[in-house]
């Protein structure tokens, strides 16, 4: 079974600062990785993903993360972060298994911007 | 627009009374699911379907029933919603079964008393 862990629960960043959200996964095989935001009162929209190919991925709103199978790690970058990403990250795991997916999230890590 | 919506947004409702939480995309999507959020906790998978009058249970499906009669409509039903269950659910739906991008509706409070 899959699993992900993101260690940092809650983190606070000053405007124009680099960020950088930690995501570690388990699973025996290439995994599908996934990094999602969700703004206050709204639902989860992706940011970017992995399937395969390059391990560095960019996506939406100027966030890449880059896979790294030796150390099981998904981390989001971002260089310079502005207040409107102040919101909640997950990282997620997907995998094919008996004809579905089967996405494990993992518990979010809540991204405060200060000025 | 492409979307994901859930109805309703928001509901207090008592121990015991049945409830549905009705979610529909207009996006010809086959894959469809429920989570449930819970802090601390991440979301944890409670239904999928896989297309129509195809489901199956995921990781907390206890207390839950779902259907899927149409491509488009899958609601979540509680049948004697206890305290345990308030939360905050998401519908969430994509093309195939295969690991891909899901779109996710806005959410839906649920406050049992």
């Known amino acids: 079974a899959q699993s992900v862990t993101q260690p940092d629960i809650h983190i606070t960043v000053s405007e124009g600062a680099s960020l950088e959200l930690r995501c570690n996964y388990s699973?025996?095989?290439?995994?599908?990785l996934f990094w999602y935001v969700q703004s206050p009162g709204q639902g989860l929209q992706l940011l970017l993903k992995?399937?395969?190919?390059?391990?560095l991925v960019q996506g939406i709103k100027g966030f890449e993360a880059e896979f790294k199978r030796s150390q099981s790690s998904f981390n989001l970058r971002k260089p310079s972060v502005h207040w409107s990403d102040a919101a909640e990250y997950f990282c997620?795991?997907?995998?094919?298994?008996?004809?579905?997916?089967?996405?494990?999230f993992g518990i979010g890590t809540k991204l405060q911007v200060i000025p | 627009e492409a979307q994901v919506t859930q109805n309703p947004r928001y509901l207090i409702t008592v121990t015991g009374k049945k409830l549905t939480v009705t979610c529909s995309q207009n996006?010809?999507?086959?894959?469809m699911s429920w989570y449930r959020q819970d802090p601390g906790l991440g979301l944890r998978q409670i239904y999928y379907?896989?297309?129509?009058?195809?489901?199956d249970k995921g990781d907390v499906p206890e207390g839950y029933k779902v259907s899927r009669k149409e491509k488009r409509n899958f609601p979540l039903i509680l049948e004697s919603p206890s305290p345990n269950q308030t939360s905050l659910y998401f519908c969430?739906?994509?093309?195939?079964?295969?690991?891909?991008?899901?779109?996710f509706g806005p959410g839906t409070r649920l406050l049992v008393l």
């Open positions: 969430a739906s994509s093309f195939s079964g295969q690991p891909e991008t899901q779109y």
């Open positions: 699973y025996g095989a290439t995994p599908y």
């Open positions: 992995y399937f395969s190919g390059d391990t």
């Open positions: 997620a795991v997907g995998a094919y298994s008996g004809g579905y997916q089967k996405v494990t």
């Open positions: 996006m010809n999507h086959e894959y």
């Open positions: 379907s896989m297309n129509v009058e195809v489901t």
